[in-house]
């Protein structure tokens, strides 16, 4: 092992892999936002943005996000469209998120009691008052455990960013033995990188779900 | 007779296909307490359930103070904020401390300051014996205690008139009576209420009339002492009579334990 090789090269991993969480972060963040919206949309079975919701969930859980990434990366520059490599990755990240959160939001909000609903009506809440004191926060409580599972997996995904020639941590492992051939170095930190990356969340998500349980959100009253 | 609060006329309602009301007309006046009984099954909770809108009625018409509440114009936040409903299975907010549960109608519906209403709520909670449960999580409570805070939830809305179904059909016997007595309290200051109930001792205790409902329709209509006593129609007899046959058996394992 070549340990100045890797105390050398730690520097350009750690820029490495501040990208790679800045777009995992961006992304999963934006695949919240569609996830809630596909989610909201199948709830409350809005005329046909329901049924595109639907499409869309399917169409992105059955696709490999590599595929997702190069039609946007080599497909849509022949009709026009150039998008940046950070930009498609955001995007790419985005439209496989956005299709698991909206599953894990979903399973949350048929958790909640029908009656839940009904006790929230006859205070007189309206119904956004409703989703917002009654409903989310149980909901969300459910679908934490879901949530958490999603956030990890995308940013494991990340790993193909390096596809759309993003400088992520799998280029620049890729890069480095292609250069110098120090595959087992080079591998090593890759590894290396992403327990970094990804053992706090673990940590934080285990503690969040085990908070939750406790204070028995989620169960009926 | 005072003022009609509440008129349902000639409403009717099925799910599917199949009817569940058929042409049911009732009023209740302001300061009166109108008990329904009937077989299960027969449309109690759709009838209360039809007044606050959580049901939609297919034909006639519901009046609150000579308004009509139902039909294409009705603004079901603002009944609801009149009409207060408790249910068999409580239904409190799991994720809200008994205050949450009491505060969060009154200052997010009706928008009243917080102190004000925390006050109030602190008040209620201890006439039905609950102060020092303020700022427990529902979870923790029994079902008579968790009945009582969903009661004072309903009335911390100051409602004109109060909705209950069936409240103590989840509870142990034990626990029956100390929401019981709530609910006699609540009649004695004149609250306005429709009560779906089979605990027909409290039925009579607290009824200034008694409906009798069976298969969607209304079969007798009439005092509690002359309905509970001398029922007019033979279906009410029946009916009457499997309650002092459940009554008999009743006694008769409590000596065979004793
Ligand atoms: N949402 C619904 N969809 C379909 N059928 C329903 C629905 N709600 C009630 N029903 C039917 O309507 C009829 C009356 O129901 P309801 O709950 O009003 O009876 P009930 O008198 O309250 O009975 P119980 O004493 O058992 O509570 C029943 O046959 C029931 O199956
Ligand atoms: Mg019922």
Known sequence: ?221 | MANPLLEVRHISKGFDGTGVLEDVSLTVHEGEVLVVVGPSGCGKSTLLRCINGLERIDSGEILLRGKPITGEKRDLVAVRQKVGMVFQSYDLFPHMDVMGNLLLGPTKALRRPKAEVEAEAMAMLKRVGLEEKAHALPRTLSGGQKQRVALVRAMLMKPEMLLLDEITAALDPEMVREVLNVVLDLAKEGMTMAIVTHEMRFAEAVADRVIFLEGGVIVEEGAPAQFFHHPKTERARQFLNTFVYEAAKKQSENSADA
């Open chain 1, 1 to 221: 092992m070549d340990w100045t090789f890797i105390q050398r090269f730690t520097p350009m991993y750690a820029e490495a892999a501040l990208l790679t969480l800045r777009m995992g972060l961006t992304g999963i963040a934006l695949s919240m936002a569609v996830g809630l919206l596909c989610c909201l949309a199948q709830h409350y079975r809005l005329p046909a943005l329901r049924q595109i919701a639907r499409a869309y969930i399917e169409l992105a859980r059955n696709t490999p996000l590599l595929v997702q990434l190069f039609f946007l990366y080599f497909g849509l520059p022949k009709v026009g469209v150039r998008l940046s490599s950070e930009t498609c990755a955001v995007i790419g990240l985005t439209f496989l998120g956005g299709a698991y959160m909206a599953e894990a939001f979903r399973s949350g909000l048929e958790a909640v009691d029908k009656t839940q609903r009904e006790a929230g009506e006859c205070l007189g809440l309206t119904g956004l008052q409703n989703l917002r004191y009654v409903i989310f926060p149980q909901a969300l409580a459910t679908a934490v455990p879901a949530v958490c599972a999603n956030v990890i997996f995308l940013t494991k995904e990340t790993s193909v960013f390096s596809a759309v020639a993003l400088a992520d941590l799998m280029y620049v492992a890729k890069d480095l033995i292609g250069m110098y051939y120090k595959t087992d170095e080079a591998l090593l930190m890759l590894v290396a990188a992403y327990l970094v990356l990804l053992l706090p969340i673990s940590v934080v998500f285990s503690w969040l779900e085990r908070r939750l349980r406790y204070a028995g959100f989620g169960r009926a009253a």
